[in-house]
């Protein structure tokens, strides 16, 4: 009988480790993509199986037996024997379940338990009971099959290896189950393979069992899976490092399996990844699983990685840090909190291409996070399709891949929507919103939609955010900008600056609103950082400096990403409120100050007291006033004492000073 060697390694990582990686080659959502484009044939072969399965059951656990001893050896065969006992509670009154199951691959052979019969065609299951159950009943049945000796894209063998792959619906091709990305269970997985096999799955490792020429597998996932994150990875003479992780949170060792080929070298990502793991933890709350692992596979897995629930799949030798970085990202995003749809792809591939960034400012400093994302918008600039990160019909009739995971707008735009969101809601609100939605135990181990994501910021925030959602998730496309502006000199050492936020397109389009930056330089060296909220189109802005303004720089840290456009020296763009007329006194002021403002036509005025984020502290709607002099009363009121912007809004224009309250 021969041994199974582990070696286990203690591995304290450190700064230098981190600053010491490899060559980069790909970004890691790029293998991602790439992987999940090359399957594109084997998803139009197997179209019909995206139909969708009615639900009256919720399954909470599969507990499998797999008989794989004759997939390692040549002619390595996709055939094999195994059984599956599904339990679910009811949630409509029913005699029958209806399971997805794929009819090219897999033959059923019987149902029992609570199981009295079974068709099987258009690649759904379905199970007649023992008797009719109601509600809150909890019923278990019994499924024997065989899976066919063909290439179905998602049981592949070959060169001594057996491996799944299964997102979005191939788990209905290796077992029957209800194959939603919404419906997770627990898993119990038992599979007998030769006795020179490693086999990893999902969850822990609860015992392995050897005789004379076989041993038996035995995972036990605690935590509920999605079906397509259910995977096997397994090989003859896998090698295996085990790492184990410190979680200083919650006091206790994570092992980290490395399941690789023998020639291949994965000391670098097990030398960081305790490190990774704890900042992840420290930003999304604690790691949620009992372990964690990867797998390289072979050519067969011809790209990328598979984010699979503890065990992620790599392509071979890829042991890259911007990969391993956007897949581990995907058990925070994906696995623990799992896309309650395909239309909410977004909140997994979206999420970990960001977190990839993140990363890398983690490592080297916000400009080079800032420029992994200006290259994610430009990607996205240059090869946008022109549909939206989320389609609702997606719900119901899940997209081929080259849709569903398009690199241009589920990966790129995703990314470069949250930094959008990080820069509306600035970093304190939107990083406490990523970690509380990443604790709501209403996701957490369970899935969400995009609208749960948006509510949950919406709700730590203290903003209402669906504008947001609706133009840059929701709506396809981006704006382009055609920006205006002038200098003006008014007379006693006086200026005005004019600026027209203008989006290009026909009255039917529409209008991105956003925070809008504007910096302006002097003369004399110094310059201002002006932040508005911009609403409409052509929008004029009034500014007074006593100063002498000579450039102006229109979202200068590019941090509405996703855009195209000029913004250009233009005629003068005379608003409706003449600014020279506007003035507050005393500034800065203690208890109270006098507004003084002119206006040169009747129209509506509105009075809005902004932070320097922004922020829309007090507002004051003044209704319809005439032509000519104007007068309000600023009351402190309990204002903290700081800088502010007083925006007086007139039609289409909005003039600005800037106060200070001591």
């Known amino acids: ?8 390694l203690l591995v304290t990582s450190s700064f230098t480790a981190l600053m010491a990686q490899p060559a980069k080659g790909l970004k890691g959502s790029e293998y991602c993509s790439m992987r999940r484009m090359q399957r594109e044939s084997l998803n139009d072969m197997n179209r019909e199986l995206l ?12 507990t499998f037996s ?6 390692y050896t040549t002619p390595f065969p996709a055939s094999f024997s195994a059984n599956v006992i599904i339990e679910f509670k009811v949630d409509s009154v029913l ?6 199951a794929a009819n090219a691959s897999l033959a059923i052979d019987s149902v029992k338990i609570a199981a009295t019969g079974f068709t099987h065609n258009n690649d759904h299951l379905t199970v007649q009971l023992d008797h009719t159950y109601n509600p809150g009943d909890f019923v278990q049945i019994q499924v024997y099959y065989r899976h066919n000796n063909i290439n179905d894209g998602a049981i592949y063998t070959s060169g001594g290896f057996f491996f799944t792959d299964c997102e979005p619906e191939g788990a209905r091709k290796w077992f ?3 194959d939603s990305p919404s419906d997770k269970a627990t898993i119990d997985l038992t599979a007998k393979v030769p006795l020179n096999v490693r086999l990893g799955s999902n969850g822990r490792l609860q015992d392995s069992i050897p005789d004379a020429t076989s041993i038996t597998y035995h995972w036990v996932s605690r935590d509920p899976v999605a079906t397509y994150l259910i995977v096997i990875s397994s090989k003859v003479n896998y090698q295996l490092d085990i790492v184990q992780w410190q979680d200083t949170i919650c006091n206790q060792s994570i092992p980290f399996r490395f399941y690789h080929n023998a020639n291949e070298d994965p000391s670098y990502i097990e030398s960081i990844i305790g490190a990774m793991s704890s900042y992840y933890s420290a930003e999304f709350g604690d790691h949620a699983f009992e ?3 990867f797998s390289t596979l072979n050519n067969q897995f011809a790209w990328g990685g598979m984010e699979n629930q503890t065990l992620t799949s790599l392509c071979p030798d890829c042991w890259d840090e911007s990969l391993v970085a956007h897949e581990f990202a995907h058990q925070w995003f994906g696995d623990m909190i799992t896309c309650k749809t395909w239309a909410d792809i977004f909140l997994n591939e979206g999420f970990a291409t960001w977190t990839e960034a993140h990363w890398v400012e983690f490592i080297s400093g916000y400009n080079n996070y800032k420029s992994e994302l200006d290259g994610n918008a430009n990607y996205y600039l240059s090869y946008n399709p022109g549909w939206a990160i989320s389609d609702p019909t997606w719900a119901v009739n899940t997209p081929g891949v080259n849709t569903l995971f398009n690199y241009a707008i589920t990966y790129m735009k995703g990314s470069c929507v949250l930094h959008q969101l990080r820069y509306v809601l600035g970093d304190s609100l939107f990083f406490a919103g990523m970690k509380a939605y990443a ?3 209403n996701y957490r181990y369970k899935s969400a939609a995009i609208t749960d994501f948006r ?4 709700s730590v925030s203290g903003q209402d955010l669906h504008w947001f959602f609706d133009e840059w998730v929701f709506q396809p496309n981006h704006p382009n900008y055609n920006n205006v502006y002038s200098f003006k000199k008014l007379g006693d050492n006086n200026w005005q600056v004019l600026f027209t936020a203008r989006q290009s397109g026909g009255s039917l389009d529409p209008y991105w609103q956003m925070p809008i930056e504007i910096k302006i330089r002097f003369k004399d060296l110094s310059d201002t950082l002006i932040r508005v909220f911009n609403s409409v189109n052509n929008q004029i802005y009034s500014y007074q400096f006593s100063r002498e303004p000579y450039a102006l720089n229109f979202d200068p840290g590019n941090n509405i990403l996703l855009k195209e456009g000029t913004t250009l020296v233009g005629l003068d763009e005379s608003p409706s409120v003449v600014t020279d007329g506007l003035e507050l006194t005393p500034n800065p002021f203690k208890n109270s100050a006098l507004l003084t403002y002119q206006l040169a036509k009747q129209t509506r005025v509105i009075i809005e007291l902004k932070d320097q984020l922004g922020r829309i502290i007090r507002k004051f709607d003044l209704g319809s006033q005439n032509t000519g002099l104007h007068n309000f009363k600023l009351e402190a009121d309990g204002l903290v004492p700081g800088t502010y912007f007083l925006c007086l809004i007139s039609g289409n224009s909005t003039s600005t000073l800037k106060v200070m309250h001591y």
């Open 439 to 441: 604790l709501d135990t």
């Open 455 to 458: 509510d949950k910021m919406e």
């Open 291 to 293: 372990k964690n692992g």
């Open 51 to 62: 139909n969708p399965t009615i639900h009256s059951y919720d399954v909470l656990n599969y």
């Open 1 to 8: 009988m021969k041994k199974l060697f582990l070696l286990i």
């Open 66 to 71: 797999l008989d794989l001893m004759n997939n």
């Open 95 to 100: 005699n029958s379940i209806v399971l997805d």
């Open 176 to 178: 029957p189950c209800y």
